[in-house]
C-alpha cells in the first residue's frame, strides 16, 4: 500500500513568510509525528498526534510553529514568519501505538 | 531533546568487513530501535529490540541492549556497498506516550 506522503518535496520561501507543510499518513495509522532535521544532525521531536487525544507539542521551538490533524488522518504544519534558522528537512511519520514509525521522504524548506 | 546518542559519529570500512554502532540513553525505555536514512529519503525501520531483550537478530543485523548501562550496539556484518547510509537509534522513554527520541546518527560509508 501506500506509505507516508509529504507535500511539497521542497519549498523556498523569504524569510517573514508563513509555509504550510502536508503529510498524509498511512491509512489507518493512529499516531503521526512531526520531525525536524538540520543539516547533518538528528531528528528533533515537534509533535505528536494520537488518535484523539490532545497532542503532545512539547517539541514545537517557538509559537510560529503549529499544527493540526483533520479528521485523524491528514496533517499539516504551519510555520509562521519563518526565520533562516527554520531551514530544515521536515519529517513526517505514521504508526499503529508503540509500533515501528514509516517516514515520508520529508519537505526540504529553505528560507533566504 | 535528544535521549540516543550514536558513537561513533562517523564510520568508513571496505565491503566485507564488519561495522558497528554503538548508542547510549539517559533514562528508563520501553524499547529502542534502529533506524537507517539514505541520502535525500526518509528513515527506514531496521529492528526493535524491547527492553526485557539483550540480543535480536535480522539478517546481517545484530543488535544488543544493556539497560544497565543505557546502552545498545548494532552490528552489520560482511557489509556491502548498498549498507552506506546514516544509523539512528530511537528510544521511547517510559513517560513519553511513545514519542521517539532519535540521536544524531553514524554516517556509515562502504567502500567497494
Known amino acids: 500500500g501506500a506509505g507516508v506522503s509529504q507535500s511539497p518535496s521542497n519549498k523556498v520561501t523569504e524569510k517573514g513568510k508563513d509555509v504550510e507543510l502536508r503529510c498524509d499518513p498511512i491509512s489507518g495509522h493512529t499516531a503521526l509525528y512531526w520531525y525536524r532535521q538540520s543539516l547533518g544532525q538528528g531528528l528533533e521531536f515537534l509533535i505528536y498526534?494520537?488518535?484523539?487525544?490532545?497532542?503532545?507539542k512539547s517539541g514545537l521551538p517557538s509559537d510560529r510553529f503549529s499544527a493540526e490533524r483533520t479528521g485523524g488522518s491528514v496533517s499539516t504544519l504551519t510555520i509562521q514568519r519563518t526565520q533562516q534558522e527554520d531551514s530544515a528537512v521536515y519529517l513526517c511519520?505514521?504508526?499503529?501505538?508503540?509500533?515501528?514509525?514509516?517516514f515520508g521522504n520529508g519537505t526540504r524548506l529553505t528560507v533566504t | 531533546s535528544q535521549q540516543g546518542e550514536e558513537d561513533p559519529q562517523a564510520l568508513s570500512i571496505q565491503e566485507g568487513e564488519n561495522a558497528t554502532m554503538n548508542c547510549s540513553y539517559k533514562t528508563s525505555i520501553n524499547n529502542l530501535q534502529w533506524y537507517r536514512q539514505n541520502s535525500g529519503r526518509g528513515l527506514v525501520h531496521l529492528i526493535l529490540?524491547?527492553?526485557?531483550?539483550r540480543e535480536k537478530h535480522s539478517g546481517r543485523l545484530r543488535v544488543t541492549l544493556d539497560t544497565s548501562k543505557k546502552s545498545s550496539s548494532l552490528l552489520i556484518t560482511a557489509s556491502r556497498a548498498a549498507d552506506t547510509a546514516s544509523y539512528f537509534c530511537a528510544t521511547d522513554a517510559e513517560n513519553s506516550g511513545y514519542a521517539l527520541n532519535f540521536g544524531k546518527g553514524t554516517s556509515l560509508l562502504v567502500t567497494p
Open positions: 498526534f494520537q488518535g484523539n487525544s490532545a497532542p503532545d
Open positions: 511519520a505514521s504508526s499503529d501505538p508503540g509500533s515501528p514509525l514509516h
Open positions: 529490540i524491547r527492553s526485557n531483550e
